[in-house]
């Protein structure tokens, strides 16, 4: 007989970003010439003072449980980091420390949220945010921003998106997909907003923080916005700064209450995140930053590349970012010269006649899109366009 699932997990469907590069991963074993544009993963190594300090660490011993929420000698590092990135003060008790920046959103989902709640999602999204939701049994409630308005909400928009059951608002900036990103006067605007919903917590997904070309700095919001810092919780990560996505290193600063009920769920779930990799990370966010600027200058040639290369295919059109190694591009015209019915269909094409795969953009919340990620080498991009080219003309 079928072993019946919970009801929960039967409200989410896997993780679309995931599938691809897992399917990207089992058609390269099996032979196939694949270029896989599917997940976002820097193709870098992790810079070796960083590598170094991992090895230290098993050698040393650091191979035993750690405090639930983090090592003390890791969040002096996050703290340290808010303020002299963010301008952003924490203290221990206002620090958390996961495994990746999407535990940490789980964990404040799950912390939060009861049924009935509404969680509040600018779309085009990342891909786990509504899934999130609805494990932790609330309800994902969307506004649509296109690329007409830069893939960016008005406050107008978030004022009418906000209902009395609203208990969350993700903001991601920049953007993973569209790599948008809000200046410090459209943070101050939406903050003016948040200020006259007091029930409304906030959490804000800064991980493509220094992955960033915008015209002034990047600002978080509570940054630009003091007056919501004892109800934002600002999220970031070593993983994708660092070239660390393996390592599994997330965080947050936000109000202790909230912190130390997701570091319950924590440690009633994975317990601490691994011991080794808290070394290391603690190395990456105190030591020389150089290596993230050098990175930064490569997503950046790419990114300039890209965005030229899908602008000149027939039916194509992408949008600059501020940032992140995202390039989401509107496919809708290629989709009709092609006679296909959806951007699934468009993705699938793709894979199998171009031997390309990319995330279609519907899982994201945007139809007849395509995301594309720039985490790769030039030469890996020159080739990849080529063989889109060819498909698309
Ligand atoms: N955040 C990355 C992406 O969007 C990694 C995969 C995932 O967890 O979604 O591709």
């Known amino acids: 007989m079928p072993i019946e699932v919970s009801t929960r997990v039967r409200r989410v469907k896997p993780s679309p970003t995931l599938a691809v590069t897992a399917r990207a991963a089992k058609l390269k074993a099996e032979g196939n010439d694949i270029i896989g544009l599917g997940a976002g993963e820097p193709d870098f190594d992790t810079p070796l003072h960083i590598q170094e300090a991992g090895i230290a660490a098993i050698r040393s011993g650091a191979t035993r449980y750690t405090n639930v929420d983090g090592t003390p000698e890791l969040k002096d590092a996050i703290i340290a980091k808010f303020q002299r990135d963010n301008g952003l003060r924490y203290s221990r008790a206002q620090i958390l420390v996961s495994a990746g920046a999407k535990h940490t959103i789980f964990n404040l989902m799950m912390a939060l949220l009861n049924p009935g709640d509404e969680v509040v999602i600018p779309a085009p999204y990342w891909v786990s945010y509504p899934d999130m939701a609805l494990l932790a049994d609330a309800t994902p409630v969307f506004i649509n921003a296109g690329a007409g308005q830069g893939y960016k909400i008005t406050p107008a928009q978030l004022e009418a998106a906000i209902t009395p059951r609203t208990r969350l608002f993700i903001l991601n900036s920049p953007s993973n997909p569209t790599g948008a ?174 031997l390309v795969a990319v995330v279609p953009g519907s899982g994201f919340g945007a139809p007849a899109h395509m995301r594309l990620s720039f985490a790769c080498s030039m030469a890996t991009l020159e080739k990849a366009v080529e063989r889109i080219r060819k498909v698309t003309g």
């Open 181 to 354: 990103a809000y200046t410090r006067a459209e943070l101050v605007a939406l903050g003016a907003v948040l200020a006259r919903h007091p029930r409304v917590v906030i959490g804000t997904d800064d991980m493509y923080e220094h992955i960033w070309w915008g015209p002034e700095p990047f600002c978080s919001l509570v940054t630009a916005c003091p007056d919501l810092y004892d109800r934002t919780v600002t999220i970031n990560g070593v993983s994708k700064s660092y070239a660390m996505t393996g390592w599994r290193i997330g965080y947050c600063g936000g109000p202790a209450e909230l912190i130390t009920a997701m570091s319950t769920v924590q440690g009633q779930s994975t317990s601490n995140p691994t011991s080794i990799s808290q070394k290391a990370a603690t190395v990456a966010l105190n030591g020389d930053q150089g290596c993230v600027a050098t990175m930064n200058a490569a997503f950046k040639e790419r990114h300039d590349y890209i965005v030229g290369a899908l602008n000149s295919l027939q039916g194509v059109s992408c949008r600059p970012g501020f940032g992140t190694f995202y390039a989401f591009a509107d496919v809708a015209g290629a989709m009709a010269i092609l006679g296909l019915a959806d951007d699934n269909a468009f993705a699938e094409k793709l894979i199998t006649d171009a």
